[in-house]
């Protein structure tokens, strides 16, 4: 199924900030509109504290670039977007390019469920300057978010070490794209399962769901709340016990579960929601293991996230699945991932790539120049390191690494070390040539690719760093370009 284009009947196309369509205007008048040129969508620094990141949204990118065109509204709405003067700002001979425009860029990107680090390219694309230009705040939108959900998921899933969890924050999610983007995310970050019907139905994700505190609150007590749940949906129990008094809720539940074994179905668990969670699964777990129910399921939620997850794990919680809501969906505690897109070639009227590079006081805001591709290096059980390296390269003998957050620290890599080139073609000549695996598929790559990256850089709490580097060639030619924009910049100075 086409995931925005099937949420929303209008074009998309104008999912994009107002500087993108004036600097394509510029473009156009200026006759710069079809010079080739290469961006690169990255990001500068890991969310949350972590040394990783999980790459997510590619399929949502797709969608939009199969469908990116300027239509006739579009371009109605843009005649009456006007200047400081009160004038259109657009000629209509640009709306009518607009109109006119077919996409042809070549993309290539790093599959979903990929961990991935700053500054490598997530996405890469290479086509017409407008072009390129138009589509910048929609890919941004599109990647930074699901990449930072399924990031948080990734982290959630690692410290609950293998035992499961549900993705419960459609109702905290910053709305309808929020809440569905966010499922999907949290389910190729590691998710077991969601509450959101609508991301099951769309995605086919398993959903997940029992009853509310409100569901108890109806009848008198919570032995009539549960003895009713059971009778109304007998293969679905699961008992929310914290509505009055927690500990005898967990002894009502476990008498309707006597009742549903004798009608030949079995209890499959309780919920606890509030108070001292790691006293009250170990009490209810005894409670639960007297009255012959050992298998039973204690589900924890209450604002979960990672760090919670940890210390009730310490602390001896007997909780073994996990309800995470609001600290997942919305990235609680780092609520954007922070990419950019920004020009790194473009071709001279002769036919040869100038490098372009932005300077910055700032050392991580530099940008690196070229068409790049990301090498990593592994053995068969573990990755080694990713080098990003230019077109010219010629890697075949081994190659160099220069460390981009210290480039003191080089590496040499040998010629016979296993890698793989993670920027996958995904669209040629402006048509998708890239084939999307099954979400579970993608869900599994994540766990798989994962588990080949060293503990020390997947714990939660001062994680070592990946290596990353520049091929370095690469890097001297991005030091060369340092050197002569800032000689060109004294000079005009002077």
Known sequence: MNIPSALYRPSLT????????TMAYGYWKSGLADRESVFNLFFRQNPFGGSFSIACGLDYMVDFLSHFRFDADDTAFLTEVCGTDGKPLFDRGFLDALESMTFSCQVDAIPEG??????????????PLMQCQLIETALLNLINFQTLVATKAARICLATGGEPVLEFGLRRA?????????????YIGGCDATSNVLAG?????????THAHSWVMVFDDDLEAFQTYAEAMPNNCIFLVDTYNTLEGVRKAAQVGQWLRARGHEMVGIRLDSGNLTQLSIAARDILDAA??????????????EHLITQLKEQGSTIDVWGVGTKLVTAYDQPALGGVYKLTAIRAPDGAWQDRIKLS???????????????RYHTHKEFLCDVMYGKEADLADGCTMVDVSDPATRRRISGDTAFSDLLAPVFRQGRAVYESPPLTRIRQRTQEQLAKLPGDITRLNRPSQYPVGLEESLYERKTQLIRQAELASATTNT
């Open 14 to 21: 104008l999912l994009t900030d107002l500087y993108q369509l």
């Open 114 to 127: 990929t961990p991935v680090f700053p500054p490598e390219p997530l996405v890469r694309v290479q086509g």
């Open 174 to 186: 910053q709305g309808i794209d929020g809440g569905l983007a966010a499922s999907r995310a949290a």
């Open 201 to 209: 139905k769309l995605f086919g994700i398993p959903v997940r769901g």
């Open 292 to 305: 012959g129910f050992p298998n039973a399921r204690i589900v924890g939620s209450s604002d979960l996230d």
């Open 361 to 375: 006081e700032e050392t991580v805001k530099v940008t690196n120049p070229d068409i790049p591709q990301v090498r």
